[in-house]
């Protein structure tokens, strides 16, 4: 394989460096220059490789040089794609060729009467310079090259007629198209505040585009740069909307809205003025005043039901309707009267779109004050006679809109109340955590004391447990079941078991009304009333049922004692039992069970050699008894020899680690059943053979023995 690819990569180099040859000697020959040039491209795009070997045999400066100097339109605009299609394949070539030389260039080709051809192909290496390079965006602007290129968005086209089946008509357009695509890499990846603030000069321009021409090919195209323009930055978004763009915007929005309803293409080029729109004003929502006077919300509400747009189309316009609602009541106002509410929780109840859910809360957040407005009373919201008779009208017509109201006040609340258990869930579980931490880190110091510590903890604890079972059984004769405590199938309606909003709400309501029956077990009488009136408040009129269930969830909140309950005394025997068969156990129990278990799990790893490691006092005595108890026989271990090999292991063990016989005999492969008291028998009668002296151990026989 490797042979294959070297063989085509020296292919490649062959033929680019016979191209480049043929450039070079057929100055001559424009039709053999372009063709050249087009085999050039079509390799380089072929192969990513090819790019950087061309720039480095010299062809890139070569090419570069032929665009300017060729006296050949066709040469010059054959070497411009080739350059554009290098720099756009290679960030190195597009480094290379980034420099105010080309640019200056490129301005002359655009600023003379060339041909449509020619300009084309000098926008399209000016777009492949700037892209994603601030560099080429600095350079565009210092040249003049931005000034060209706005002069030619302004006249290339004209507003009165737009034929594009005319050949002509259409080879304007494309330039035109192409130097809007350039004035938004201009501006944008990266962001440009000083080439956004030259090209919004050109707003009074493109809105009168918009206003005389209702065709895609120009919405399109105008729509991405001013959305790009105008994009994250303040100053050039309020003077869009001081020269009237928004009100264009709202003006084309409206008239694609109503062609909706008959083609398709018309509801997708409104989703792509909605996105403008929403660029404007999203760091600006005082705008929003802006579109009330033409009812955007009701036309963004009326688009959001289209069928034929799909998820990502949807969240454009619900984004859009959550900026229009940030701080305009006028617009909150338009979206209840409109139905809008009901749109909204039907997203949060039925769509599994994440985004989307986010959208949608957004919206309902925004209304919140406005919905507590319309709930209390008509009479108070702040508007004119006409349209109080309008709400009053809608209420007769829907009289179910004050159920939604009554609905999105609920969701607004708990989304409220989600918010603030959320922090609260944080810093428990941070403390949590930093218990459980100052736990493993004390647990190795203090095991021997643990059991005969936890006796009495568990003690306590099945006194406590009793007592909490009877104040359970206390609430059960009231006939008081939390919401929180029911199962999800239980819940009435599809609103509070399918918005994921109330679901996170409900799991937090269930911890908290666990966690404040659990703490008030504890007081007395009169205050067990006080939190059963308290408890009644937030639940429903089912019988309690499920005392399992509630004890599942207790774990997670109820304090370290209690989780386990017996009925027969704790002792040092079965302690570790219970705890290792609870299956509510406790956060300090689980960590003395797993500090016990690694105890355990290194005791075993002991177990080496055939060595019994004896438990318990109990065991040890008894296996004492049988070896010293009188007529029985002891066995005796089997005679073994020291071969040659082990004789040469014991020596050389003593001269690397001395009479240290544990550490030799479990460094060296010894017979099995061999100990640490042979090899010391065995040295010490081999350093006393007469023959020791005379043998080639001489030198490990200097070591002393102790014995």
């Not at 084309?252 to 062609?259: A, I």
Request: proline share 2%.
């Amino acid at each position: 394989m490797e042979s294959e690819d070297t063989k085509k990569t020296q292919e490649m180099k062959t033929d680019l460096n016979l191209l480049l040859e043929c450039l070079k000697y057929q100055m001559d020959n424009a039709f053999s220059q372009k063709e050249a040039l087009v085999t050039i491209h079509s390799i380089c795009q072929q192969n990513s490789n090819a790019s950087v070997y061309f720039r480095e045999i010299g062809g890139l400066m070569f090419v570069k040089n032929l665009a300017k100097s060729s006296e050949h339109s066709m040469v010059k605009e054959a070497a411009l794609y080739t350059l554009g299609a290098i720099a756009e394949k290679n960030v190195y070539c597009q480094q290379t060729l980034c420099t105010s030389e080309l640019f200056e260039d490129l301005t002359w080709f655009l600023s003379n009467d060339s041909n449509i051809n020619l300009k084309r192909m000098s926008v399209y290496v000016i777009l492949v310079l700037v892209s994603n390079n601030r560099t080429g965006q600095t350079l565009v602007r210092e040249t003049g090259c931005i000034t060209v290129l706005s002069r030619l968005f302004r006249t290339v086209i004209s507003k009165c007629e737009l034929d594009l089946s005319d050949k002509n008509v259409f080879q304007s357009y494309q330039l035109w198209s192409s130097v809007c695509s350039t004035l938004c890499v201009c501006v944008n990846n990266p962001q440009n505040d000083e080439n956004q603030m030259f090209c919004c000069s050109l707003f009074p321009h493109a809105n009168e585009w918009l206003k005389n021409c209702m065709k895609p090919e120009i919405i399109r195209p105008i729509c991405s740069f001013i959305g790009l323009t105008l994009a994250n930055n303040t100053y050039v978004q309020k003077y869009f909307v001081s020269v009237g763009g928004l009100d264009v915007l709202s003006q084309v929005l409206v008239q694609l809205e109503s062609d909706s309803h008959e083609t398709l293409s018309s509801a997708k080029l409104a989703v792509v003025v909605t996105k403008t729109v929403d660029a404007c004003i999203a760091d600006n929502p005082t705008f929003g005043i802006v579109l009330s006077k033409y009812h955007i919300v009701s036309k963004l509400l009326a688009l959001l039901l289209h069928e034929s747009l799909d998820s990502g189309e949807k969240f454009s316009i619900m984004l859009t309707l959550g900026h229009c609602t940030e701080d305009c009541e006028e617009n909150q106002y338009d979206l209840f009267k409109n139905n809008g509410l009901p749109l909204m929780i039907q997203a949060l109840t039925e769509s599994q779109n994440e985004e989307l859910n986010k959208a949608a809360t957004f919206v309902l957040h925004n209304c919140k004050k406005i919905t507590e407005k319309l709930s209390l009373s008509l009479g108070e919201y702040p508007f004119d006679e006409n349209e109080t008779q309008q709400l009053k009208d809608i209420n007769v017509k829907e009289k179910n809109l004050e159920e939604h109201w009554r609905k999105a006040k609920e969701i607004l609340h708990r989304i409220e109340q989600l918010e603030r258990e959320g922090n609260e869930e944080e810093i428990q579980r941070e403390n949590c955590q930093d218990n459980i931490s100052s736990m493993n880190m004390s647990i190795q110091n203090t095991w021997k004391h643990l059991h005969a510590d936890h006796i009495g903890r568990a003690t306590k604890a099945e006194d406590e447990d009793k007592s909490h079972s009877r104040q359970f059984q206390s609430y059960k004769s009231h006939g008081v079941m939390s919401k929180a405590c029911t199962n999800d199938d239980q819940m009435k309606t599809p609103l509070k078991s399918a918005n994921p909003v109330h679901a996170c709400y409900r799991e937090s309501e269930q911890n908290k009304s666990l966690y404040k029956a659990k703490s008030s077990c504890n007081q007395n009488l009169r205050e067990e009333t006080t939190f059963e009136k308290n408890f009644i408040s937030q639940s429903s009129d089912h019988v309690f049922k499920h005392p399992v269930h509630i004890a599942k969830n207790i774990k997670q909140q109820l304090p370290v004692t209690g989780c386990i309950a017996v009925e027969k005394s704790l002792n040092s025997r079965n302690f570790s039992k219970l705890l290792h068969s609870c299956p509510y156990q406790c956060d300090r129990h689980k960590v003395i069970v797993e500090a016990e278990d690694r105890y355990k799990s290194e005791l075993r790893k002991l177990l080496i050699c055939n060595k019994k490691i004896l438990l318990t006092p109990r065991r040890r005595q008894r296996l004492s008894n049988e070896s010293t108890t009188p007529g029985r026989i002891k066995k005796r271990r089997v005679r073994k020899n020291f071969t040659e090999e082990e004789v040469n292991y014991l020596f050389n063990g003593v001269k690397k680690m001395g009479n240290h016989w544990n550490s030799i005999l479990w460094s060296f492969p010894f017979q099995q059943g061999r100990k640490a008291v042979d090899l010391a028998h065995k040295y010490r009668k081999l350093t006393k053979s007469p023959m020791c002296a005379a043998s080639s151990l001489e030198e490990d026989c200097q070591f002393s023995l102790d014995f």
